[in-house]
């Protein structure tokens, strides 16, 4: 397929394109929507996506581009359907105008508008029911072609208890790799120089270009810097904000205020940076003594590990490094669940399911993802950087297990372990490499 630019009259090649798990759930929803917006953060592919259904494109990141469009936003909604609108929030009132072309005409598959942040200046009407926002994200391991997966969410959600079986060849030290490389896929390239340079150049974007970009200006670029490698050592831990700010300004008698740091967090939200996973809080059973905050990751744990400088060599020895974050096991620990974070939440936006975490305040108890479908029946996964599972890996599921009784549909490890099966108790043993849709 080839895409012309309405604007420059370019022809952009659609030759290579490699279908992620986001397609099939934008394939549903265009047929019956009239517009969609693809949200998440720069450079994993959202223009690409979008350009593989569309006929018209506006680039609103192109200067010559966004003058035309401010001077007549008309142009916007005329062309040959679907309509691709890219990075949309550089002209906040394109959501409006889309929106008032879907009341003239709802249509099905005539827009997609494409973000990459919340805009400085939001819409003057919510777009709710008119554009219906889709989350994307990096690469999972399944996208990156690392194998072939053999066990699927979707079927784990329909508690059928099936049938875990598949082998795979990838080691540790393969999960390293992609940890470090990452899953956007301009910058899947080999460790090298090359990549430390080109993800320190998207590190500086948000700094320099992105927070001013989305209406925050920063006055200390180098306090926003350690308070980002704070929150990256806080990965996949619960530890207050409180507790980040503070590592974020280790030795430093005077702390900053909470309306120092708080913008920061929410400015990278808004960039769909910071990637938290809530707490489940559910309401229908005994379980009331649990945990409301959230746990922390970036969208993409390459991210993490760039920002604490640590190389591979340096997680697989079980080294840490960065601000002083108390954190349950390794760093290495730490940022492969938050890999499989990813993994997780790609995968439950395909069956219509969002993911939370579950640990009580005491902190006895603790289940890295809750994966929970409408009906507000689960899936409970546990992440363990081993090949082996024994019962002491499984005990925080068998509690759950009593606790909710037929509301856990199932429940597994994710191993980095060769071989998936089902234990004798019934708890599914999958390798992350072998986790799919």
Known sequence: MVLLDAMSSKI???????????????????SELAAVSLDGPKGIGKTSTACQRGETYFELDAPATLEVVRA???????????????EWQRFPSSWDVVRRAVDANPRPGRFILTGSASPKSPPTHSGAGRIVSVRMRPFTLAERQVEQPTVSMSDLLTGSK?????????KLEDYVTEIMVGGFPAMRMPLSRAHRATLDGYLNRIVD????????????PDALKRWMAAYAAATATAASFETIRDAA???????PAK?????????????????????WLPTNNQLTKLTFGPKHHLADPALAARLLGISAEALLDGKSVGPPI???????????????????????????????????KQGDREIDFIVVRPDQRILALEVKLSQVVNDNDVRHLHWLAKKIGPDLLDAA???????????ADGIAVIPAALLGP
């Open 12 to 30: 952009v090649s659609m030759s290579g394109y490699l279908r992620r798990t986001v397609d099939s759930e934008l394939d549903q929803l265009m």
């Open 72 to 86: 007549d936003p008309s142009r916007l909604v005329t062309g040959k359907e679907p309509i691709v609108i890219d």
């Open 162 to 170: 099936p049938v875990i079986q598949g082998t795979t060849s990838i």
């Open 209 to 220: 270009r992105d927070f001013p970009e989305a209406g925050r200006d920063v006055r200390k």
């Open 249 to 255: 300004t280790s030795g430093q008698r005077e702390k």
């Open 259 to 279: 309306t120092t740091t708080i913008p920061y967090r929410e400015t990278l939200e808004r960039l769909w940076i910071v990637d938290p996973i809530p707490a």
């Open 326 to 360: 108390p954190r349950e096991g390794t760093l290495l620990g730490c940022l492969f669940e938050s890999l499989m974070a990813l993994n997780i939440r790609v995968f439950a936006q395909a069956s219509e399911a969002r993911v939370n975490h579950l640990r009580t």
């Open 413 to 423: 490890v994710i191993t980095t372990g060769p071989d998936a099966y089902r234990r």
